[in-house]
């Protein structure tokens, strides 16, 4: 994994914006949904490979609010993800005692869907290890806007003084309020943008951009990742004295 002789700072929270699904399939001359498919398998792999580094939260980014625009027959393929997960990543995360959330919209999901992730989160909520917290029908945007809508409530409710809107109140409504911080955000296939992933939690995260495509993306190259970040200075706005 990493030399006996280095001293490696691992991050607490990793998020990845797991990219280039599509390309991966298209360079192999395979429809896109066989990319997402070996996307899926590789969701496993680094989850258990940031388990075994002692990570303690990994987010990934599965499926946006702006990816329903995308073609139907490719939305009805993503769709089925919930369900892959249920079967693909049970035995592997029982053993390593992966914890599963989910984080997004419930609003547009299918109820079966929706019956799917919230069995995946119950039968896992009691372990120990990784929280590996995937984003479906996940955006800032989307986040960002219900936090706003539940803190006013509460203001127009009697229920909070807007004197006492804090930073930490915001962050308690936020979808990922039971988190460490983000301290690292890789994103694959070489673009470089957010596309609407983590932007509040993103603030001081390190950023991490690789060409390779997501299901290329190895544990190998994980630990590059996080030795890079372990060699960047955060400085969070101060100085070093
Ligand atoms: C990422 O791969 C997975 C999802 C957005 C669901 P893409 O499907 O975006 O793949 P590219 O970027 O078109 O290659
Ligand atoms: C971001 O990738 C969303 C996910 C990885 C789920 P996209 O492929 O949808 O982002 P853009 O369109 O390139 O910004
Ligand atoms: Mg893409």
Redesign the pocket.
Known sequence: MFKKTTTVNIPKHVAI??????????KRGMP?TF??QA?VENIRRIAIACQKLGIKALSV????TE?WN?PQS?IDY?MTLPSEFETKFHDDFLKHDIKVIFSGRKTKLSDTNLAIMKRISNDSQNRQGLVLNICFDYGSYDELTEAVKAIASDVKNGNLNPENITVDVVESHLLTKNLPSLDLLIRT?G?QRLSNFLLWQAAYAELYFTPT??PDFSPKELYKAILEYSHRDRRFGAIKR
């Not at 914006?17 to 298209?26: E, Q, S, V, Y």
């Not at 980014?61 to 946006?64: G, I, K, P, R, Y």
């Open positions: 914006i797991l990219d280039g699904n599509g390309r991966w399939a298209k896109r990319g997402h996307g980014f599965a499926f946006s990816n995308r490719e993503l296939s673009e495509y997501w």
